[in-house]
Structure formats: C-alpha cells, structure tokens
C-alpha cells in the first residue's frame, strides 16, 4: 500500500513515517519496478507499536534496542516507570516550590532569585531535574541560523540558477555562466561552513562558556 493508505489507518503524518524511516525504526520494502515504497500489513503494525511507545515518550534508541531484540518490552517499559517516577517527582518539588513562592506573595523587586536557586540546586543535587533553559536557547538559536542560511542559499539559487538555464540554450557567454557558477558555489560553500561552525559553537563552545560567567 502507499503512503498516503498508512497515514491514515495509522493516524501518523507522512512527515513522520518518514522520519522513522530515517531513523531505522521502519524499514518497508521496495517496488522492484520504479523504487516506491510499498509498505505493509507489518509494517502497519510496527507504526502503531511506535506510535504507542512514543505516547509514552519512550526514546527513540528504547525503541530501536527492543525491535532488534537488545532489550525485552518488560524492561523498556521499566525502564520507563522510573524515568516517568523521577520526572513526576520532580514536578512535585517545583510544585512545591511554586507555591511556597506564591504563598510568600513577594514584590519582583523585592525578589532574591539567587536563594530560591541555591534551593534548586540542592534539589538538583539530590536527583531532581528542572528545565534547563540554556538548551532551549541553543535550539532556537540553532532554528534561527538555519532558517537564515537557507533563505540566502535560496536567494543565490534565484540569480544563479536564471543565468544557466539560459546557458543551456546559447543565450548566455560561456564566461559569464562559469563567473555565475563559480561565484555562487563560492557563496553556497562559505555559507554552509559558517552555518556548520555557528551549530558546532552554540552545541558545545559559546553556550557552555557563557554559563561559566
């Protein structure tokens, strides 16, 4: 059956299919004639399977390990519970702190932040986990500097691609095409470099370093 059939019977984006697919959780067969995925009764299932894991927020690599028989479903599933046991414990001490804060009914002027969070990394230290805000940064960060590399690739693409399409018929100098060409892959390559060291910085080196100040 084609994608469209299992979107629907399985109630999962084509979007998301995919990225399982990408992923290695799915892996349907190949019409031999054109290359089209075909997908399958099992491959039906296996999508529900993973749809029901991850309405569980089982992880990805939870999913890969008991498909290829490295950890049973008991285990996956316990594994879990007590992943969802220190989130639910966590959330009650936030909850807590939260209305120790409101019961307080302090004036944000008046507020000493550095208190409370000398209470949350004592809380921290004793296995509670609160939002670290600092990942979601780097993530919007991250979103930001992608969106903008490729609307300037896409804005090269625009000028670039005109003057070899024109090429291809004679209407252009040869010249000219080669200058359009090499100029462009220029800007493409040096965009892609500057793209790959701003993620490469924000992962691992601007980000942990402003956190040490």
């Known amino acids: 059956m084609k994608i469209n059939q299992v979107e629907e019977l399985v109630d999962i984006t084509k979007k998301n299919i995919r990225f399982y697919e990408d992923q290695g959780l799915l ?14 009764l099992k491959d039906v299932d296996e999508l529900l ?11 990805l690599e939870d999913i890969r390990r008991v498909q290829h028989g490295q950890l ?7 594994g879990q519970s007590e992943r969802l046991k220190n ?10 702190l939260c209305g120790s804060m409101k019961e307080k009914n302090l004036d944000y002027s008046d507020f000493k932040a550095g208190d409370y969070l000398d209470e949350i990394k004592k809380l921290e230290e004793g296995g509670h986990e609160f939002m670290d805000v600092s990942k979601v940064d780097v993530k919007k960060k991250k979103n930001g500097a992608i969106i ?4 300037f690739i896409l804005l090269i693409a625009v000028f670039v691609l005109p003057v070899l ?4 018929f004679g209407d252009v100098p040869v010249p000219i095409i080669i200058f359009f060409t090499v100029f462009g892959s220029v800007l493409i390559i040096g965009c892609v470099r500057a793209l790959s060291q701003r993620i490469h910085e924000l992962e ?9 100040y």
Do not use: H, Q, W
């Not at 892996?27 to 399958?40: A, F, L, T």
């Not at 399409?165 to 291809?168: D, H, K």
């Open 165 to 168: 399409i024109f090429g291809a």
């Open 27 to 40: 892996s349907p067969e190949r019409n031999p004639e054109n290359g089209y995925r075909e997908y399958s």
């Open 204 to 212: 691992g080196g601007e980000e942990n370093e402003a956190r040490k």
């Open 72 to 78: 049973t479903l008991s285990e996956c599933f316990e």
């Open 87 to 96: 989130e639910i414990r966590s959330l009650d001490a936030a909850l807590v």
């Open 49 to 59: 399977k993973i749809k029901f894991m991850r309405k569980m927020s089982i992880p």
């Open 148 to 151: 903008a590399a490729s609307a």
